[in-house]
Protein backbone atom coordinates (compact mmCIF):
# COMPACT_ATOMS: atom_id res chain seq x y z
CA UNK A 1 0.00 0.00 0.00
CA UNK A 2 1.12 3.47 -0.42
CA UNK A 3 2.28 5.71 1.71
CA UNK A 4 0.99 8.71 1.98
CA UNK A 5 1.84 11.96 0.22
CA UNK A 6 3.95 14.96 1.94
CA UNK A 7 1.24 17.71 2.53
CA UNK A 8 2.32 20.84 0.58
CA UNK A 9 4.58 22.97 2.22
CA UNK A 10 2.90 26.39 3.63
CA UNK A 11 4.33 29.00 1.32
CA UNK A 12 4.08 31.64 3.66
CA UNK A 13 4.85 34.51 0.91
CA UNK A 14 2.07 33.62 -0.54
CA UNK A 15 0.14 33.68 2.68
CA UNK A 16 1.08 37.45 3.64
CA UNK A 17 0.73 38.56 0.12
CA UNK A 18 -3.08 37.35 0.38
CA UNK A 19 -3.71 38.55 3.79
CA UNK A 20 -2.26 41.78 2.85
CA UNK A 21 -4.80 42.52 -0.31
CA UNK A 22 -7.63 41.63 2.81
CA UNK A 23 -6.26 44.39 5.16
CA UNK A 24 -6.01 46.32 2.20
CA UNK A 25 -9.37 46.40 1.42
CA UNK A 26 -10.81 45.99 4.52
CA UNK A 27 -8.39 47.56 7.32
CA UNK A 28 -6.95 46.06 10.23
CA UNK A 29 -10.50 45.92 12.19
CA UNK A 30 -11.95 44.93 9.38
CA UNK A 31 -10.54 41.79 8.72
CA UNK A 32 -12.01 39.37 10.15
CA UNK A 33 -10.13 35.90 10.83
CA UNK A 34 -12.49 34.28 9.04
CA UNK A 35 -11.66 36.71 5.87
CA UNK A 36 -7.81 36.20 6.12
CA UNK A 37 -7.77 32.31 6.92
CA UNK A 38 -9.92 32.00 3.69
CA UNK A 39 -7.64 33.76 1.70
CA UNK A 40 -4.53 32.35 2.98
CA UNK A 41 -5.74 28.69 3.05
CA UNK A 42 -4.79 28.19 6.32
CA UNK A 43 -6.27 27.58 9.50
CA UNK A 44 -6.52 29.72 12.80
CA UNK A 45 -4.11 27.64 14.38
CA UNK A 46 -1.68 27.74 11.30
CA UNK A 47 -2.12 31.58 11.01
CA UNK A 48 -0.91 31.84 15.15
CA UNK A 49 1.78 29.39 14.06
CA UNK A 50 3.36 31.32 11.80
CA UNK A 51 2.65 34.96 12.31
CA UNK A 52 2.12 34.76 16.11
CA UNK A 53 -0.99 37.24 16.22
CA UNK A 54 -3.65 38.76 13.74
CA UNK A 55 -1.38 42.39 14.62
CA UNK A 56 1.85 40.69 13.82
CA UNK A 57 0.30 39.32 10.48
CA UNK A 58 -0.86 42.93 9.67
CA UNK A 59 2.33 44.27 10.73
CA UNK A 60 4.00 42.30 8.34
CA UNK A 61 1.19 42.83 5.71
CA UNK A 62 2.25 46.24 5.79
CA UNK A 63 6.14 46.04 5.37
CA UNK A 64 5.31 43.21 2.84
CA UNK A 65 3.40 46.44 0.98
CA UNK A 66 6.07 48.83 1.40
CA UNK A 67 8.34 46.22 -0.75
CA UNK A 68 5.96 45.66 -3.27
CA UNK A 69 2.75 47.20 -3.89
CA UNK A 70 3.68 50.33 -2.17
CA UNK A 71 7.48 51.20 -2.79
CA UNK A 72 6.60 53.26 -5.83
CA UNK A 73 6.94 56.31 -3.39
CA UNK A 74 10.89 54.83 -2.76
CA UNK A 75 11.22 54.15 -5.85
CA UNK A 76 11.05 57.93 -7.40
CA UNK A 77 12.88 59.37 -4.63
CA UNK A 78 15.52 57.50 -5.48
CA UNK A 79 15.84 57.41 -9.11
CA UNK A 80 14.76 61.21 -9.99
CA UNK A 81 16.87 63.30 -10.61
CA UNK A 82 15.82 66.23 -8.82
CA UNK A 83 13.30 66.98 -5.93
CA UNK A 84 10.79 68.18 -8.34
CA UNK A 85 10.86 65.05 -11.09
CA UNK A 86 11.01 62.69 -7.82
CA UNK A 87 7.94 64.45 -6.52
CA UNK A 88 5.97 64.33 -9.69
CA UNK A 89 6.75 60.81 -10.26
CA UNK A 90 5.73 60.12 -6.47
CA UNK A 91 2.40 61.23 -7.33
CA UNK A 92 1.64 59.98 -10.96
CA UNK A 93 3.52 56.66 -9.91
CA UNK A 94 1.10 56.19 -7.16
CA UNK A 95 -2.12 57.79 -9.03
CA UNK A 96 -0.96 54.64 -11.74
CA UNK A 97 -1.42 52.12 -8.76
CA UNK A 98 -4.37 53.40 -7.06
CA UNK A 99 -6.64 53.12 -10.41
CA UNK A 100 -5.01 49.73 -11.32
CA UNK A 101 -8.31 47.71 -11.39
CA UNK A 102 -5.64 44.78 -10.24
CA UNK A 103 -5.23 46.13 -6.83
CA UNK A 104 -7.72 47.32 -3.93
CA UNK A 105 -8.40 51.03 -4.92
CA UNK A 106 -5.87 53.47 -2.63
CA UNK A 107 -2.85 53.04 -0.38
CA UNK A 108 -3.08 50.56 2.11
CA UNK A 109 -0.91 52.64 5.09
CA UNK A 110 -3.43 55.56 4.29
CA UNK A 111 -6.83 53.93 4.28
CA UNK A 112 -6.27 52.05 7.19
CA UNK A 113 -5.95 54.60 9.00
CA UNK A 114 -9.45 54.96 9.07
CA UNK A 115 -10.41 51.99 10.59
CA UNK A 116 -9.22 51.75 14.81
CA UNK A 117 -10.44 51.21 17.44
CA UNK A 118 -9.15 51.35 20.86
CA UNK A 119 -8.25 47.84 20.95
CA UNK A 120 -5.95 48.71 17.98
CA UNK A 121 -4.58 51.50 18.95
CA UNK A 122 -0.51 50.38 18.31
CA UNK A 123 -1.78 49.73 14.92
CA UNK A 124 -3.16 53.46 14.40
CA UNK A 125 0.27 54.76 15.64
CA UNK A 126 2.32 52.42 13.43
CA UNK A 127 0.88 53.52 10.64
CA UNK A 128 0.94 57.22 11.84
CA UNK A 129 4.59 56.73 12.16
CA UNK A 130 4.70 55.32 8.22
CA UNK A 131 3.08 57.98 7.10
CA UNK A 132 5.27 60.60 8.89
CA UNK A 133 8.25 58.86 7.77
CA UNK A 134 7.04 59.26 3.68
CA UNK A 135 6.54 63.26 4.91
CA UNK A 136 10.28 63.28 6.25
CA UNK A 137 11.58 61.02 3.05
CA UNK A 138 9.73 64.01 0.95
CA UNK A 139 11.57 66.35 3.09
CA UNK A 140 15.05 65.17 2.66
CA UNK A 141 14.88 64.56 -0.45
CA UNK A 142 13.50 68.49 -1.15
CA UNK A 143 17.01 69.38 1.23
CA UNK A 144 18.72 67.46 -1.11
CA UNK A 145 17.49 69.51 -4.32
CA UNK A 146 18.60 72.60 -2.09
CA UNK A 147 21.84 71.46 -1.84
CA UNK A 148 22.50 70.47 -5.27
CA UNK A 149 20.61 73.37 -6.36
CA UNK A 150 17.65 72.30 -8.25
CA UNK A 151 15.29 74.00 -5.29
CA UNK A 152 15.50 77.93 -4.71
CA UNK A 153 17.35 78.49 -1.82
CA UNK A 154 15.04 79.36 1.11
CA UNK A 155 12.63 76.94 0.34
CA UNK A 156 10.77 75.83 3.34
CA UNK A 157 11.43 72.11 2.90
CA UNK A 158 8.75 71.09 5.93
CA UNK A 159 6.36 73.10 3.84
CA UNK A 160 6.15 71.09 0.49
CA UNK A 161 7.23 67.76 1.95
CA UNK A 162 3.97 68.39 3.79
CA UNK A 163 1.66 69.91 1.20
CA UNK A 164 2.84 66.86 -1.19
CA UNK A 165 2.10 64.21 1.21
CA UNK A 166 -1.41 65.78 2.15
CA UNK A 167 -2.07 65.67 -1.83
CA UNK A 168 -0.66 62.20 -1.55
CA UNK A 169 -3.05 60.67 0.93
CA UNK A 170 -5.86 62.63 -0.37
CA UNK A 171 -5.86 60.53 -3.97
CA UNK A 172 -5.62 57.58 -1.82
CA UNK A 173 -9.01 58.75 0.04
CA UNK A 174 -10.20 59.76 -3.48
CA UNK A 175 -9.62 56.54 -5.10
CA UNK A 176 -11.01 54.65 -2.52
CA UNK A 177 -14.19 56.62 -2.98
CA UNK A 178 -14.27 56.01 -6.46
CA UNK A 179 -12.48 58.80 -8.85
CA UNK A 180 -11.26 57.32 -11.89
CA UNK A 181 -7.10 57.47 -12.97
CA UNK A 182 -8.38 60.86 -14.90
CA UNK A 183 -9.56 62.72 -12.03
CA UNK A 184 -6.45 61.15 -9.97
CA UNK A 185 -4.37 62.24 -12.59
CA UNK A 186 -5.76 66.06 -12.68
CA UNK A 187 -5.35 66.56 -8.87
CA UNK A 188 -1.74 65.10 -9.24
CA UNK A 189 -0.90 67.39 -12.33
CA UNK A 190 -2.03 70.14 -10.59
CA UNK A 191 -0.05 69.68 -7.22
CA UNK A 192 3.20 69.43 -9.55
CA UNK A 193 2.14 72.70 -11.59
CA UNK A 194 2.08 74.31 -8.44
CA UNK A 195 5.85 73.52 -7.57
CA UNK A 196 7.01 76.76 -8.30
CA UNK A 197 4.86 78.51 -6.04
CA UNK A 198 4.79 76.48 -3.45
CA UNK A 199 9.04 76.19 -2.95
CA UNK A 200 9.36 80.07 -3.45
CA UNK A 201 10.80 81.50 -0.12
CA UNK A 202 8.67 82.64 2.18
Not at 6 to 22: G, I, S
Not at 63 to 68: P, R, S
Not at 69 to 94: D, F, I, M, W
Amino acid sequence: MPGRGRPRAFDRETALTRAMVVFWEHGYEGASLTDLTSAMGINSPSLYSAFGSKEQLFREAVAHYGETEGSHTAKALREQPTAREALAEVLRANVRAYADPATPAGCMIVLAATTYTDRSEGIRDHLAEMRRATEESFRERVERGIAEGDVPPGTDAVKVAAFYNAVLQGLSLQSRDGADGAALSAVAEAAIAAWDTVTAAS
